[in-house]
């Protein structure tokens, strides 16, 4: 045998062999073992060398070839991901099992698809591409899995022929490359060290999150280390931030989609990356007009429809914060951080107007036009203060880029909109007079999205005193006449709260050249309508009306529509009614006012038959228009019940057909409109206090319910329900109907 051979057998410290057969040392070790062994104990009879055998060649070594290493890796890699995948099956079809008796008696659960938008929005993006769309249920509406929605469930399906493998972190290279890379990633280390975290550590959401099923944090999944805290995974918060600018109506003035849209594909550390403020309310509002995500549970029919502060319902209810106010939330919070270091003004601007559309659809208070003031956004050049300050005019540097200023002047407008819109349902004080506004109107769509540079000399400022009258040709679209409408409310609105105030100290505007109600016994022969501040209102209303460009004169073209056109023709009517309606006396038939009111109410209506024609979602109008329907009924009702005051059988079946219409275009709306209910649920409590609990009950609708069961704290201003005092008012020709008074709990 081979001397330098290794001895498996012999581990005697510098023994040598002699290389016979067997060796002496063999010999020696077993006539020891035999002097020594123990009674009983049966020995060979000859030793048992373990040189006795030699190999003829030397040992080949084995070695393993690259590829077949490979392909024993991906074997490894397969079985592991089949036993996820049976790991995600199981946990999907518990979260099934348990999320299924909840949305069985959730308020939008059987009429979520009922309504849905189209493919191709009026904003122009084109979404057949985007996953869940195009091959979605066929409405536009995606039908993605619950797993696919939220980060901390994964998907069975594997993506892009990877077996569900991500190699986006790999260089392009052959698939055993990858795979090599793969396999340095995982080496001789367990799974959970291989860049994959449990639920629990992975993105510290709310189990509300995932649609009311929870995780035992057992479920792995792959997640980036520098995707921002709280935000859903990076393919959810896509296709959120895609749904966003698909159906909301604002989106592509608050922000240049195509440039937004390109900056999502960069890393999140890349200073140009959205901040995550912004997709927190993106992905609030998106969530709106997405099937697999539950919406916000709307109130209970007992709820008080005048309530404004959502908490005090979450509260009682005890149930955690939906996907969107989660979101929500999380935008808020980072907003106020950020202003409070200086960091993000103007991006924290555009947080809260999208948070103030988001709050105001639930039904809820918000304020979004103040933040704008000190980033001098009223205001643009050379329209500043002339007195000497310590502080410059804004708090932002001003616009690097056409696209930059146009974006903030949008961002202005909107604000501006939202908060006029607001203000017609309330009595409150608008936060910015329009006499500390000087600045250019919003840039034609087509315009603002290729960033062309219009000289202020071509365009219209807001202080113009043909303003509502004129239309430049070149710089009008339905955008800018929405803007323009929304000027028309905040006159009428600033007209009837300072109307006593100047009456009061003598203004002339406000004072009829023919009579003024000098004490409360002369209030009959008050005639506002001779008041010049009221003649100029009224003859501009209408003028604007009138003044529309021939190509915008129908905002429904087909099956097409136009959400700002849409609103900005129902505005005027709407004017007419705020206008008018404190001094209309329906059942006087030589009453201007009312004839203004029922006219201008009629026209509304007319506008929503035109809608209701068409496959369009009403849910995608926008805020304001709800709110127009709601006032066109109320008027309706007042008519109605001057109607069966005087016993007209010919007026009061086409007047209750008209509100039964109404009332059946708000609850289409709200499928996805929280503040649409709200508004249907006030127009039956009016209906019910005008007309009577059995008129109420013979209409087909249901029954309004005078009883409220939840208990809120006996705080009178909590409610917001205006005051019963069923005083006359001096400028009024009418005693208001009156308000029926909280609900108390029997």
């Known amino acids: 045998m081979f001397l330098n051979e290794t001895r498996h057998a012999i581990n005697v410290e510098d023994a040598s062999c002699d290389a016979q057969r067997p060796c002496s040392t063999c010999v020696r070790s077993h006539s020891y073992a035999v002097a020594h062994a123990p009674a009983g104990v049966e020995l060979p009879p000859h030793p048992e060398c373990t040189f006795d055998e030699v190999s003829e060649s030397p040992p080949v070594e084995t070695t393993e070839t690259p590829k077949s290493r490979f392909e024993r890796l991906e074997s490894r890699i397969n079985e592991l991901e089949s036993l996820l995948r049976e790991k995600d099956r199981a946990l999907n079809t518990f979260a099934s099992d348990q999320s299924q008796p909840?949305?069985?008696h959730h308020p939008f659960a059987s009429s979520s698809n009922a309504h849905t938008p189209n493919l191709v929005h009026s904003n122009g993006f084109n979404f057949d591409g985007i996953p869940g769309f195009a091959n979605g249920n066929g409405n536009g509406i995606p039908t993605n899995g619950i797993s696919n929605m939220y980060p901390n469930y994964t998907s069975s399906k594997p993506q892009n022929g990877t077996n569900g493998m991500d190699y986006t972190q790999f260089p392009n290279a052959s698939g055993l490359d990858n795979l090599a890379g793969v396999a340095s990633l995982l080496g001789n280390a367990p799974l959970s060290e291989a860049h994959i975290d449990s639920v629990?550590?992975?993105?510290?959401?709310?189990?509300?999150?995932?649609g009311g099923f929870q995780s035992n944090g057992s479920n792995l999944d792959i997640v980036f280390a520098s995707w921002p805290v709280n935000l859903p995974s990076r393919e959810v918060t896509r296709h959120l931030v895609e749904a966003y600018f698909a159906f909301h109506l604002h989106a592509v003035r608050l922000f240049h989609g195509p440039s937004f849209l390109a900056s999502l594909d960069l890393h999140p550390t890349d200073p140009r990356f959205p901040w995550s403020a912004i997709l927190h309310a993106m992905c609030a509002i998106g969530s709106l007009y997405v099937a697999s995500i539950p919406p916000t549970p709307a109130p209970p029919p007992e709820y008080p429809a005048h309530e404004v502060f959502g908490a005090r319902l979450r509260t009682l209810q005890r149930r955690p914060d939906s996907f969107a106010e989660q979101q929500a939330k999380f935008a808020k919070e980072q907003a106020e951080i950020a202003l409070d270091l200086?960091?993000?003004k103007f991006q924290c601007v555009q947080v809260t107007v999208m948070l103030t559309w988001f709050y105001w659809c639930h039904g809820r208070w918000s304020e979004g036009l103040r933040v704008a003031v000190p980033c001098g956004l009223n205001v643009c050049p050379p329209f500043h203060t002339i007195a000497e300050t310590l502080r410059p005019p804004a708090i932002i540097p001003p616009a690097k880029t056409v696209m930059e200023d146009e974006v903030r002047r949008n961002t202005f407008w909107l604000a501006y909109a939202m908060e006029r819109q607001m203000g017609t349902g309330n009595g409150w004080a608008l936060s910015l007079d329009d006499q500390d506004i000087c600045q250019l109107l919003p840039l034609r769509g087509d315009q603002f999205e290729q960033g062309i540079l219009v000289y202020p000399s071509e365009r219209q400022w807001s202080h113009d005193r043909d303003l509502l009258t004129t239309h430049k040709d070149e710089q009008i679209d339905s955008f800018i006449l929405y803007v323009k409408a929304t000027i028309i409310l905040s006159r009428v609105k600033s007209f009837n709260l300072r109307f006593k105030g100047k009456h009061y100290v003598g203004d002339a505007s406000v004072v009829s050249p023919n009579n003024s109600p000098a004490s409360a016994d002369q209030q009959e022969i008050f005639d506002i309508k001779d008041a010049p501040a009221f003649q100029?209102?009224?003859?501009m209303i209408n003028a604007f009306r009138t003044s529309f460009p021939a190509h915008l004169k129908s905002p429904i073209i087909g099956?097409?529509?136009?959400?700002?056109?849409?609103t900005a023709s129902l505005i005027p009517h709407l004017g007419l009614i705020l206008l008018n309606e404190p001094h209309a006396r329906p059942g006087e038939a030589t009453c201007v006012h009312a004839d203004r009111i029922l006219r201008a109410a009629r026209a509304i209506v007319d506008l929503m038959y035109n809608i209701a024609s068409t496959s369009y979602d009403v849910s995608l109008l926008g805020l304001h228009s709800?709110?127009?329907?709601?006032?066109?009924?109320?008027?309706?009702?007042?008519?109605?019940?001057?109607?069966m005051q005087a016993n007209s059988d010919a007026q009061i079946p086409q007047l209750q057909a008209e509100i039964v219409f109404i009332r059946s275009m708000l609850m289409k709306a709200a499928e996805r409109i929280t503040l649409a209910q709200r508004y249907q649920r006030m127009l039956d409590e009016y209906l019910f206090?005008?007309?009577?609990?059995?008129?109420?009950?013979?209409?087909?609708?249901?029954?309004?319910?005078?009883?409220?069961t939840i208990s809120l704290e006996e705080d009178s201003t909590s409610t917001m329900v205006p005051d019963t005092s069923r005083a006359t008012d001096v400028f009024m020709q009418y005693r208001a109907p009156p308000i029926p008074a909280r609900p108390t709990r029997r």
């Open 342 to 344: 200086g960091h993000h």
């Open 626 to 643: 709800i709110m127009c329907w709601f006032m066109s009924g109320r008027v309706l009702i007042r008519f109605l019940k001057a109607a």
């Open 200 to 210: 629990s550590a992975g993105l510290n959401q709310d189990t509300s999150m995932s």
């Open 536 to 539: 100029e209102l009224d003859k």
């Open 559 to 566: 099956q097409s529509v136009d959400p700002y056109l849409y």
């Open 102 to 104: 909840q949305m069985q």
């Open 689 to 708: 206090n005008s007309t009577g609990q059995t008129f109420a009950d013979s209409l087909p609708i249901s029954r309004f319910s005078t009883e409220c």
